[in-house]
């Protein structure tokens, strides 16, 4: 599946609007990958997760505990690195997709 169209599914069907700018492949992602998404609504940044590392047993839980340590930075006034206003965690399979177009 293109790129493109992949996110404008997945936008579509999280009501996040209609995309107006193609997607952007940006850096700090070590083992996912992340992409910047610009629709008619806002700014998205959409981490595709490795599922080498979902298979984990831990995985979920390892986010979880990230949520918690930054609740706990906020709460004693230290500016977290990701700040996030509704963290959607989505399940897609089979699907293969190509970057370069």
């Keep these: 599946m293109n790129i493109n ?4 599914k997945l936008v579509y069907n999280l009501g ?3 995309m107006t700018d ?3 492949r940006i850096s700090g992602g070590l083992t996912h990958k992340m992409y ?5 609504k806002s700014k ?9 590392i979902m298979k984990r047993p831990s995985a979920l839980e390892n986010f979880e505990k990230a949520d918690e340590y930054e ?3 906020k709460a004693n006034n230290i500016d977290a ?4 206003i509704g963290r959607v965690l989505s399940e897609i399979h089979n699907i293969t997709l190509n970057e370069d177009t």
Excluded: H
């Design 22 to 24: 193609r997607p952007s």
């Design 81 to 84: 690195i990701c700040e996030k």
């Design 36 to 40: 910047k998404i610009t629709t008619d």
């Design 44 to 52: 998205y940044i959409i981490k595709l997760l490795n599922p080498n």
């Design 16 to 18: 996040l609007g209609k």
């Design 5 to 8: 169209d992949f996110f404008e």
């Design 71 to 73: 609740e706990i930075l």
